[in-house]
């Protein structure tokens, strides 16, 4: 089974600031790991993706993602946070090649103070 | 490119009424296709996927059915509504293989009163 973890349901960032948006993990075998973002009455957007190689990860918007095998994570980053960037954001696994299912997180929302 | 559409967008529906739900998509062909719902602005629930025509996956056994009659659209539908139907239900599509990112119709709102 594959499963994944949003330890947070809300994180608060002043604008300027770095953010990041934790994600955790659980998969036998290696994971293919995304994340979305989801506006008000929106489809969820594709941000990035790790499949494999390099564990720094660029993704849309200026969004970056590290992934950590030995913690399971892939924490989402952002140098400096936007008003705009304020939205709901998703972490979703999936496991092996042929596995054709995603497994959500429950969803983080993202608010930056002007 | 590629393209997704869903309609309608907003529907409200009593209980015990018919649902059909379309998804199609353009610029692609043999997707993978999925329907999801979201209930409170929240986490996605898988409800059916298809990898090819007539070939659905269902991943919660409840009152609602899905069919794919043709390689790029897929249609979410339902015999009777529950006041539990209620939901953002969205469509999505990949590449065809784990590896590759879904991506998702605008949504619709469906409200069972």
């Known amino acids: 089974a594959q499963s994944v973890a949003q330890p947070e349901d809300q994180v608060n960032v002043a604008e300027g600031n770095p953010l990041t948006v934790k994600c955790t993990y659980s998969?036998?075998?290696?994971?293919?790991l995304f994340w979305y973002v989801q506006y008000p009455n929106r489809g969820l957007q594709f941000l990035l993706k790790?499949?494999?190689?390099?564990?720094l990860v660029k993704g849309s918007y200026g969004f970056e993602a590290e992934f950590n095998k030995s913690q399971t994570s892939f924490h989402l980053k952002k140098p400096s946070a936007l008003v705009s960037d304020s939205a709901l954001y998703f972490c979703a696994v999936s496991a092996y090649f042929g596995n054709e299912k995603l497994t959500f997180g429950t969803g983080t929302r993202l608010t930056i103070i002007p | 490119s590629q393209t997704i559409h869903q309609w309608p967008a907003t529907l409200v529906q009593p209980v015990g009424s018919p649902l059909s739900l379309e998804c199609t998509v353009e610029?692609?062909?043999?997707?993978?296709l999925y329907w999801y719902r979201q209930a409170a602005g929240r986490g996605l629930q898988l409800l059916f996927y298809s990898v090819g025509i007539g070939q659905i996956s269902s991943e919660v056994p409840q009152n609602l059915s899905a069919s794919r009659p043709q390689d790029r659209q897929f249609i979410l539908s339902s015999k009777k509504l529950l006041l539990s139907d209620s939901g953002f239900y969205l469509c999505?599509?990949?590449?065809?293989?784990?590896?590759?990112?879904?991506?998702f119709g605008p949504g619709t709102r469906l409200t069972v009163t």
């Open positions: 999505a599509w990949n590449a065809g293989t784990a590896a590759y990112e879904q991506y």
């Open positions: 790790y499949i494999t190689g390099d564990n």
């Open positions: 610029g692609t062909s043999n997707p993978n």
């Open positions: 998969v036998s075998g290696n994971p293919y």
